[in-house]
């Protein structure tokens, strides 16, 4: 399988909402979601459960868990080996609704304009 590129969503302001949640949460954790990360540019479709999951809408979780919080990394395919990822957040039971549209719109934001939402390292 060919290696799966991975782009960062950038909002219109310039700001990346994955980055900056990667900076609020613990080290150890940020470790544990950058690992996954690598490992989805690796096996793209091909990653399964317990390491990701799909949600809802086209929207995919990458699953890392620290003591009882559950950190996520959601992300779209939005070509044969791309991905889009949008934005990470902490659950309890679920994903919480409000995080799988805001993926969504993310996604539709991105299809709409590649370029102003694609973040450049």
């Not at 150890?28 to 540019?41: N, P, S, W």
Request: net charge neutral.
């Amino acid at each position: 399988m060919p290696r799966t590129d991975v782009i960062l969503y950038r909002e219109l302001d310039g700001s990346v909402p994955l980055l900056d949640w990667l900076d609020l949460i613990p080290e150890k954790i940020r470790i544990r979601c950058v690992g996954l990360i690598e490992l989805l540019a690796e096996r793209g479709y091909e990653l399964r459960r317990p390491l990701c999951d799909y949600l809802d809408n086209g929207v995919y979780e990458l699953r890392a868990r620290g003591g009882n919080v559950h950190y996520r990394v959601l992300y779209a395919f939005v070509g044969p080996n791309i991905v889009l990822l949008s934005h990470g957040c902490t659950k309890e039971k679920r994903v919480a609704r409000k995080d799988i549209d805001r993926a969504v719109l993310n996604l539709e934001r991105y299809h709409q304009d590649p370029e102003g939402h694609t973040h450049k390292e």
